[in-house]
C-alpha cells in the first residue's frame, strides 16, 4: 500500500492568518493528490485536488503544491476565517493498488 | 446534487449481533465505497465495488461483508459485531474507480457496539 504521513495533527490561528497542512508519501507511483473537509458533524466535501503532471493549483483562497521529487504535498489557506474550522484530511491515489490512502488528518481551529 | 444517504445515523448494538449498513446514491455512480473512520487514523477503506454483485477488499476487510445486489446500493454487513467494531462508518459513491476522482460521501453511520 501507501504510507501517507500528515502533519501537523492541530493546528490553531488567528482569523486572517495562513495555514499550511503538509502529507508525505512513498510510493513514487502515486498520481492523484485530492484535499477533503470535514467540519463537525458533517460529511467530508472534496476542497481541493491535484493531479501529478501539475505542480501548483489554486482556488480562491486554497491552494495546493506538489513536490513528486520529495514526495510531498502541501494545503496552503490564506486569509482563514472562522469557517475554516475544519478537520482536513490529505489522500492519495496509488495507480498500482488503485486504491485512495488517506491521511490521519489535521484539526484546524480559526480564532476570531 | 450527488446524493449518498446512509440508512442509520446512529446505531447500538450489543455484541454478537448482525448489523446491516445500507448506502444509496442518487448519481448513477458505478463505484461505491465503505471507509471507517477514527480519531487519528484517518479513513480506512473497508471494502470497494465497481459494479454491481463485484466487490474488492480495501485495508481493513476483515469482520465485515458487504453486498451491491443493485447499481445505487451498497450494503455493508458485520455478521456478529464486535467492541472493537465501534466506529463512524462512511459510504461513498464516485464516477471514478479506486478513488481516483471526487468522492462523495454520506453522513455517516456511528455504530456502537457493547
Known amino acids: 500500500g501507501e504510507n501517507v504521513e500528515q502533519h501537523p495533527s492541530t493546528l490553531s490561528v488567528q482569523e486572517g492568518d495562513s495555514a499550511v497542512i503538509k502529507c508525505t508519501y512513498s510510493d513514487s507511483a502515486s498520481n492523484y493528490f485530492p484535499w477533503y473537509k470535514q467540519e463537525l458533524g458533517k460529511r467530508p466535501q472534496l476542497i481541493i485536488d491535484i493531479r501529478s503532471n501539475v505542480g501548483e493549483k489554486k482556488d480562491q483562497r486554497i491552494a495546493v503544491t506538489l513536490n513528486k521529487t520529495a514526495k510531498h504535498f502541501s494545503l496552503h489557506i490564506t486569509e482563514t476565517q472562522p469557517e475554516d474550522s475544519a478537520v482536513y484530511f490529505c489522500a492519495v491515489f496509488l495507480l498500482g493498488a488503485n486504491n485512495l490512502f488517506f491521511g490521519t488528518g489535521t484539526r484546524l481551529t480559526v480564532i476570531p | 446534487d450527488v446524493k449518498v444517504t446512509q440508512s442509520s445515523r446512529y446505531l447500538v448494538k450489543r455484541t454478537g449481533e448482525k448489523v446491516f449498513l445500507e448506502c444509496v446514491q442518487d448519481?448513477?455512480?458505478?463505484?461505491m465505497f465503505w471507509y471507517r473512520q477514527d480519531p487519528g487514523l484517518g479513513l480506512r477503506l473497508i471494502y470497494f465495488s465497481y459494479d454491481v454483485k463485484m466487490k474488492e477488499k480495501g485495508d481493513i476487510p476483515e469482520g465485515y461483508s458487504v453486498s451491491r445486489e443493485k447499481k445505487e446500493r451498497f450494503s455493508l454487513i458485520l455478521e456478529s459485531a464486535s467492541t472493537n467494531q465501534t466506529s463512524m462508518y462512511l459510504c461513498?459513491?464516485?464516477?471514478?474507480?479506486?478513488?481516483?476522482?471526487?468522492?462523495?460521501f454520506g453522513e455517516g453511520s456511528r455504530l456502537t457496539v457493547l
Open positions: 448519481m448513477d455512480h458505478e463505484n
Open positions: 461513498a459513491s464516485s464516477l471514478y474507480s479506486g478513488g481516483n476522482g471526487e468522492l462523495f
